[in-house]
């Protein structure tokens, strides 16, 4: 996932979303050590103190720890990555429908959607 990031939205919540698709994806496997703040930084073209709170909420979810001296790291805790994977497929499911729904497909129509059948 590219740092496309949208001016309309904070833009460390949508560094947050870049990182956990990261993460969940496997591009940062479990255990492994993060690049720098400022790496990631310049990476986005964000301001290091935006990043770094995208970091910190990271830190809050569990999803990436904190090591003294030595920077952070992806946690190593496989449920927490699952789970995590997990709630933001069913986020992606949830637009999906509800886009679905504005366009004026039933809920019956849209599990035909997922159900794969090419005949309707």
């Known amino acids: ?11 460390w919540l949508q560094l947050v979303d870049v990182l956990k698709f990261r993460i969940v994806s496997g591009q940062y496997p479990a255990g492994v050590k ?3 703040v400022r790496e990631l930084a310049a990476e986005a073209g964000v301001n290091p103190n935006t990043m770094q709170r995208a970091l910190a909420a990271l830190e809050e979810s569990g999803l ?13 805790d496989e449920a927490c990555i699952r789970e995590t994977r997990r709630s933001l497929a069913q986020a992606e499911i949830d637009a999906f429908c509800a886009r679905m729904r504005q366009l004026g497909y039933t809920q019956e129509e849209i599990a035909t959607l997922f159900g794969g059948n090419e005949n309707e």
């Open 1 to 11: 996932m590219a740092w496309k990031l949208n001016p309309e939205r904070q833009i």
């Open 34 to 36: 993060l690049p720098s």
């Open 64 to 76: 990436v720890s904190a090591q003294r001296n030595t920077g952070r790291y992806v946690t190593q």
